[in-house]
Nanobody
Framework: EVQLVESGGGLVQPGGSLRLSCAAS????????MSWLRQAPGKGLEWVSD???????SYADSVKGRFTISRDNAKNTLYLQMNSLKPEDTAVYYCAIGRGPPPPGGQGTQVTVSS
């Protein structure tokens, strides 16, 4: 069974940083592209960033230069380093295989940027 468990969210002030993690199991992690998506209150799911099996990355324009996606294939873990956070980054963040969507029942991790 595929499982993706996100962690690392929290409340942070504008300009602050957070590092999200996604622990993967139930599939051969190193073979797959992985992504981060987010859902802000009252809005749809938005793609944030992805990384392929070779380590090539891409980002939404809204986070380019502030967020960094990475992966540790030895630990079956995906990361998202988020710097210079803005209130508009407030959302539940999910990880997914490929460009998603996240697996059914995924809890995500809440990120709230507020002073």
């Amino acid at each position: 069974e595929v499982q993706l468990v996100e962690s690392g969210g929290g409340l942070v002030q504008p300009g602050g940083s957070l590092r999200l993690s996604c622990a993967a199991s139930g599939f051969i992690f190193r073979f797959y592209s992985m992504s981060w998506l987010r859902q802000a209150p009252g809005k749809g799911l938005e793609w944030v960033s992805d990384i392929n099996s070779g380590g090539s990355t891409s980002y939404a324009d809204s986070v380019k230069g502030r967020f960094t996606i990475s992966r540790d294939n030895a630990k079956n873990t995906l990361y998202l380093q988020m710097n210079s956070l803005k209130p508009e980054d407030t959302a539940v963040y999910y990880c997914a295989i490929g460009r998603g969507p996240p697996p059914p029942g995924g809890q995500g991790t809440q990120v709230t940027v507020s002073s």
